[in-house]
């Protein structure tokens, strides 16, 4: 397979626009489940809040930020939490409150261009290349879109503002919360270079420490490789890693993607291989998973476990039910049966996950494009 070369800094437009140079912004909503939360009961307002269960087996689905300080962090479990946070206050998921805010941030975005990505409640792309105002400038519509927000919900968003996904995804972290980021043509690979290595999506722990045994802390450490030392030691993961070094991503913003699937999945800073520990993790993942079937209003028939080993090689075993997954019950018992029929494993394994799939209405849906494929969220 042929890689394309770096975006060049004196690229002529035609062909900056032949390398899919366009006008991108990404709204990221700040800490949105807390915030709504805190919007609408004032005595939590600047107090560390938790939306999530307290039991035993509750999880963090959302940290505000007073609870981040303490290292409170969405999927972790609520006893963790506590122990971080003594003073952390649990609230309950309210996910009617966090859809309607969403639909008028939806709103927001469609005021200025028809071209959007959501990728959840609170996260979208826009493709403000041609905007339905005129304005031109997309630093300008992400200024107004912020604002616009804030004067609609009392909800602060942060943006990233660049010329491709990746990009603009990196530059909406970057000054969280309440801020934006802008990353201009030709700035792409000198701005990806001075990143720690962990800030590329799909670099967990366990990939950043075996990065840092191979001399790669940073973006510029990384572009320093070449495809087939990448392919070498990181397989199929090595192609998004040598574009997004340089700061190429062609994906389109996909305005009319119909989700085929929602799920989670988490990498362990110890491998985990007893029956105990693996049942343990998986109620977790449960958990954080059927919250989010639940804020996507999502139903499904397909339960998949995903297990991947210590040496990377991953498998997935599926069960589809003839009615659709309609309570937590019913997708934890799936999910808890796919995970016996496996049990003893061959060995420990680095990585879980859970999906629910085969969604009400994702027949319809076309086949995604070869680069669409290529996650970096």
């Given at each position: 397979m042929a890689f394309p070369p770096p975006l060049p800094d004196d690229a002529d437009p035609q062909t900056q626009d032949q390398l899919g140079l366009r006008k991108i912004i990404h709204v990221d909503m700040d800490a949105f489940f807390a915030s709504v939360e805190q919007r609408d009961d004032p005595s939590l307002k600047g107090k560390p809040v938790a939306v999530g269960g307290s039991g035993g087996r509750g999880v963090v689905a959302a940290a505000s930020y007073e609870a981040r300080v303490f290292g409170v962090r969405s999927a972790m479990p609520s006893v963790t939490a506590s122990r971080l946070c003594p003073d952390l206050i649990f609230v309950r998921p309210r996910f009617d409150a966090y859809k309607e805010a969403s639909r008028q941030i939806r709103r927001v975005f469609e005021h200025y261009t028809p071209i959007i990505e959501p990728l959840s409640l609170d996260e979208a792309y826009l493709d403000v290349t041609e905007d339905k105002l005129g304005i031109g400038s997309a630093t300008r519509i992400a200024t107004l879109i912020r604002q616009e927000i804030r004067a609609k919900t009392r909800l602060t968003a942060s943006a990233g503002v660049s010329y491709n996904k990746f990009l603009a995804k990196i530059a909406s972290d970057q000054n969280k919360p309440d801020g934006m980021c802008i990353i201009r043509p030709g700035e792409g690979a000198a701005f990806v270079a001075g990143l720690p290595i962990r800030r590329f999506h799909g670099v967990g722990p366990k990939?950043?420490?075996?990065?840092?045994?191979?001399?790669?802390?940073?973006?510029?450490?990384?572009?320093?490789?070449?495809?087939?030392?990448?392919?070498?030691?990181?397989?199929?993961?090595?192609?998004?890693?040598?574009?997004?070094?340089?700061?190429?991503?062609?994906?389109?913003?996909?305005?009319?993607?119909?989700?085929?699937?929602?799920?989670?999945?988490?990498?362990?800073?110890?491998?985990?291989?007893?029956?105990?520990?693996?049942?343990?993790?998986?109620?977790?993942?449960?958990?954080?998973?059927?919250?989010?079937?639940e804020a996507a209003g999502a139903r499904g028939r397909t339960v998949t476990l995903k297990l991947k080993f210590t040496d990377f090689q991953i498998i997935t075993r599926a069960a589809s039910q003839p009615d659709y997954v309609s309570d937590k019950d019913t997708f934890g018992t799936i999910a808890r049966a796919l995970l016996e029929a496996e049990l003893p494993l061959r060995g420990p394994i680095r990585l879980m996950g859970l999906q629910l799939g085969n969604l009400e209405g994702a027949a319809q849906e076309k086949p995604p494009r070869d680069d669409a494929q290529l996650s970096l969220l």
């Open positions: 990939a950043e420490a075996r990065m840092q045994k191979l001399g790669i802390a940073t973006g510029a450490d990384l572009a320093g490789k070449d495809i087939a030392f990448l392919r070498q030691h990181f397989g199929s993961m090595a192609d998004y890693l040598f574009r997004a070094a340089r700061g190429i991503d062609l994906r389109p913003v996909a305005a009319h993607r119909i989700r085929k699937s929602v799920g989670g999945e988490r990498t362990f800073s110890q491998d985990i291989g007893s029956g105990a520990a693996l049942r343990d993790t998986l109620e977790t993942i449960i958990g954080i998973v059927w919250e989010r079937i």
